[in-house]
């Protein structure tokens, strides 16, 4: 009773005080935090309450609500008339008002630099819309962050902003073009990606890669663009940095078409506990090997404390999640299904035990250090191969949804051939045969498709696989597109490629018929045709592989003694879900 009373007697006291007159007796009990580094909470949340259902119709009640935002992100703040300053170590915001409480300018001002406006954060007050503001000086913070002392963070802010120098006279450098859209053709090709150069209220950003996702019939590029924030870190040793251009001037290009750098000894430097980061958005996952390339490039360690490792499609997958992508890996296997334009259904099985070799171990990789602009180039040009590599084995792990019940009409097994290649074996609808379609990815601009198994002799074939591929970056619509040039092909009635044969031909060449038992006891039946390992046969998927494909069509990248087993996660005996149970081969093949 006592507490209502006391609440009661304040309603009252307060009644007819005005909105302003409350604002200013919790700011006065507010600066009487006996902690003034961290204010009373009660009454930080109570001023919170009171700004988001107060209309700003004044410039008291702006500046108000700019005070409060200012120390929610750790800023300074204080006021001059009609200007409010939020400040920082290394930067100040500058926001003039209107007696309405309207914003008539806000301008950003880096250290010992000049305030520049910042139309993107004029837009956002006079929308009043606070909460966006918020996260854009959070970004702002973020950006001028750098650690160290006054002295430390100054030198570390001079020698960014001579790398951001750099960096924009190597991305001018002449370089013929590859792509006939420019935008493109500068993210995915230029020495340093598209830069957007740095300014006052964002960091200076490299856009370096973008794969298009519709097929080949559109231009459009509906995908996120990967790009990179160049920013400074803290690094446990210290570093040369540069404080000064390492570009001879004017800048110049070595006969390989390589931008030429000074020595460092022969260029203003300071030894810093920090380094240069590139800040990757997203996050990119990648294997361990291209890890340690990236190590290898920089002299940089990149510390593996917070890293998780696990196989790349896990990985893959796991980010899928995100998206509504429900399928999990485990330690045998994973199958998708992939919805494709006229209702088709592709289904691609992945085995766990095949992708958890430690050849592609895979994690997470959010930033990449380096000391030196020359770095640049070739960080990204290896950043632009994992994500090659990641686009295309995303494409058939990562659908944009399918119903559970959905009946594929094609499936297909994805595995691992080497850290940059993997093959994809399904079986010909045409034909009583598996084929292989070898897929390596030498580097983000060089992926070629090896067509095997399919009784057809045409190089052309494999061109134009690679360059649908290339094109489009979708295994789905590539194996769409094979099916479809298979079927010309079959179809024809007289083809170069399938020579006609009489029936006596046909009769002659039939395989006989013959049963092959592995040293387990278990039988196949197989064409007298196959080779057959002298030591036993192992019964898998392995020996259809063999029935289908001969021995001459295969390149040193597959193995072929004893034949190769594709499903190497089945034991001996057991056979992948299209084929039966008892060791025959099933009606589908």
């Known amino acids: ?180 859209d420019p935008q493109v053709d500068t993210i995915n090709n230029g020495r340093i990606g598209c830069l957007m150069a740095g300014k006052e209220d964002r960091p200076l950003t490299i856009q370096f890669y973008i794969s298009p996702t519709d097929g080949l019939k559109t231009s459009d590029l509906h995908t996120v663009v990967q790009e990179a924030q160049v920013t400074v870190g803290v690094s446990d040793v210290t570093r040369k940095l540069q404080t000064g251009s390492v570009l001879p001037q004017p800048a110049q290009l070595d006969p390989r078409g390589c931008p030429v750098f000074l020595p460092l000894s022969e260029a203003p430097h300071e030894t810093l506990p920090a380094c240069f980061l590139l800040k990757l958005r997203p996050a990119i996952t990648m294997m361990e090997s291209f890890v340690n390339k990236l190590s290898q490039i920089t002299d940089v360690t990149i510390p593996d404390v917070d890293l998780q490792w696990a196989a790349l499609p896990q990985l893959l997958m796991r980010r899928s999640s995100a998206n509504g992508q429900k399928e999990t890996m485990d330690e045998r296997d994973a199958v998708f299904k992939v919805p494709l334009p006229g209702g088709v259904m592709h289904s691609y099985t992945l085995s766990g035990f095949a992708w958890e070799v430690s050849a592609h171990r895979a994690t997470v990789v959010d930033s990449v250090p380096f000391t030196h602009p020359a770095h640049v180039p070739a960080l990204l040009e290896l950043l632009r191969h994992q994500c090659a590599i990641n686009t295309l084995l995303r494409s058939c792990v990562a659908p944009q949804g399918a119903g559970t019940g959905s009946v594929c009409d094609l499936h297909y097994e994805v595995l691992p051939e080497s850290e940059t290649s993997f093959s994809v074996t399904f079986h010909r609808p045409d034909t009583d045969s598996l084929a292989v379609l070898l897929v390596n990815v030498s580097e983000s601009h060089q992926i070629s498709c090896t067509l095997f198994g399919a009784g057809i002799k045409d190089p052309s074939l494999d061109e134009y696989l690679s360059t649908v591929m290339t094109r489009c970056m979708s295994i789905p619509l590539t194996l769409t597109t094979l099916h479809n040039k298979l079927e010309e092909i079959t179809s024809a009635p007289l083809s170069p490629l399938r020579p006609a044969t009489t029936e006596a031909q046909n009769d002659h060449s039939a395989p006989s018929i013959t049963t092959v038992n592995d040293t387990s006891g278990a039988s196949a039946t197989l064409p007298q045709s196959a080779s057959v390992p002298e030591d036993g046969f192992s019964v898998s998927a392995s020996s259809c592989y063999a029935m289908s494909v001969a021995k001459s069509e295969l390149l040193p990248e597959i193995n072929t003694s004893p034949a190769v087993n594709l499903y190497p996660f089945a034991p001996v005996g057991v056979f992948p879900h299209w084929m039966t149970g008892n060791g025959q081969v099933s009606e589908l093949i």
């Open 1 to 180: 009773m006592k507490a209502q009373s006391i609440i009661s007697d304040l309603r009252l006291k307060f009644a007819e005080k005005t909105w302003n007159e409350t604002f200013k007796l919790v700011r006065r009990c507010m600066d009487r935090s006996r902690d003034e580094s961290k204010p009373c909470e009660p009454l930080v949340r109570c001023l919170e309450r009171l700004q988001q259902v107060f209309n700003v119709t004044s410039m008291n009640t702006m500046k108000s609500r700019l005070e409060m935002i200012a120390k929610q992100q750790r800023l300074g703040f204080h006021t001059a008339e009609a200007t409010c300053y939020l400040t920082a170590d290394l930067f100040y915001l500058e926001v003039v008002l209107l007696p309405c409480g309207g914003v008539e300018e806000v301008k950003v001002a880096p250290h010992g630099g000049s305030p520049a406006p910042s139309e993107s954060l004029l837009q956002l007050l006079r929308l009043k819309d606070f909460a966006e503001f918020s996260v854009k000086l959070a970004g702002l913070f973020t950006q001028y962050n750098i650690p160290g002392d006054n002295e430390v963070k100054l030198k570390l802010f001079a020698s960014l902003q001579c790398l951001g120098k750099d960096l924009q006279q190597i991305s001018r450098l002449p370089r013929a073009q590859k792509d006939s």
